[in-house]
Nanobody
Framework: QVQLAESGGGLVPPGGSLRLSCPASGSTFSSYVMTWYRQAPGKERELVARISSAGGSTNYADSVKGRFTISRNNVKNTVTLQMNSLKPEDTAVYYC?????????WGRGTKVTVSS
């Protein structure tokens, strides 16, 4: 079992930055593929960024490439999402997800609002 608790969301003006954090409790964090998803009002949940279990491979949605960076610390059991050059269309609830042999786990989300 893995428990995930996102933090770091908030209100930021266009062009600003936020850093989302997702500490994980439970064992074997380093065995999980970690992904950030987001869901905007009235839209389906979409993948934002994914990082492999060891951190050597990452994938990004085209809409965030060059602006967002996913990273993980397998000692501190944390995955982060650094978001720069934020746009109003980045407004959404951001969710942390862990997938491994023991299952598929979600956090409750953190809200990001990009507005002037």
């Amino acid at each position: 079992q893995v428990q995930l608790a996102e933090s770091g969301g908030g209100l930021v003006p266009p062009g600003g930055s936020l850093r989302l954090s997702c500490p994980a409790s439970g064992s074997t964090f380093s065995s999980y593929v970690m992904t950030w998803y987001r869901q905007a009002p009235g839209k389906e949940r979409e993948l934002v960024a994914r990082i492999s279990s060891a951190g050597g491979s990452t994938n990004y949605a085209d809409s965030v490439k060059g602006r967002f960076t996913i990273s993980r610390n397998n000692v501190k059991n944390t995955v982060t999402l650094q978001m720069n050059s934020l746009k109003p269309e980045d407004t959404a609830v951001y969710y942390c997800n862990a997938v491994g042999l023991s299952g598929n786990f979600w956090g409750r989300g953190t809200k990001v609002t990009v507005s002037s």
